[in-house]
């Protein structure tokens, strides 16, 4: 698994900790500056605001199987829709790789992003029900999900500072997969990967709740 990485927040000069070495922004537990890092150098963004709390088990430093590899947890995006909100976890692969968790309302699907050169279609045109295929496999358009950013914590593999509403597009295949076109981004990303079931994770440091 990635080792930890000290540095010192710019603001308040609180020591930060990295879980992992490619990570290109962080908030700092203490202060709550969003910081962005340049090769050994930290710079504030800015400062989170009140982030919501989650009710999920998962947290920061979670650790998991996927794919048959370890993962640990190491940072989190909270979106918020018309009927709730949902987290996207910040996973480290044993392998170094970056996968994606999301957390919604007891649903759990695992994601990593796919190949730079696989051809995403421009959100706006999308429509439910339409068809796309990646690796010759065809992926149906289920569900299109206008959201807005609510914040982060922890390590994150961009910089996520200031977006605004975007939108998301899950399509699914005959076999379970799933695919999620990320229009935070421009151009927009694909990420592939599966519905899985929390058990299956074999979750370790899970968040302690009262009464467990």
Not at 66 to 91: P, T
Request: hydrophobic share 40%.
């Amino acid at each position: 698994m990635p080792q930890p990485h000290g540095v010192v927040c710019p603001n308040c000069g609180a020591p930060v900790r990295f879980l992992w070495a490619q990570a290109v922004q962080t908030t700092c537990a203490y202060c709550r500056s969003v910081l962005v890092r340049r090769d050994l150098d930290l710079t504030k963004l800015g400062t989170q605001a009140d982030f919501p709390a989650t009710g999920s088990p998962i947290q920061i430093g979670t650790e998991g199987m996927w794919l048959d590899q370890r993962f640990v947890v190491v940072g989190r995006i909270a979106y918020g829709w018309a009927r709730g909100k949902w987290n996207e976890w910040h996973c480290v692969l044993g392998d170094g790789a970056s996968a994606w968790l999301s957390d919604a309302q007891l649903e759990y699907a695992m994601t990593i992003a796919a190949p730079s050169d696989f051809e995403v279609p421009a959100v706006m045109k999308v429509r439910v029900g339409e068809t796309y295929f990646w690796n010759d496999t065809p992926y149906e358009v289920a569900t299109i999900t206008e959201a807005r950013y609510l914040g982060t914590e922890g390590e994150l593999p961009f910089t996520t500072w200031e977006k605004s509403s975007c939108l998301f597009i899950d399509l699914l295949n005959a076999q379970h997969g799933l695919a999620t076109i990320d229009g935070s981004e421009a151009p927009p990303m694909l990420f592939l990967g599966e519905y899985v079931n929390f058990d299956d994770l074999r979750f370790q440091n899970l968040r302690e709740f009262e009464g467990w």
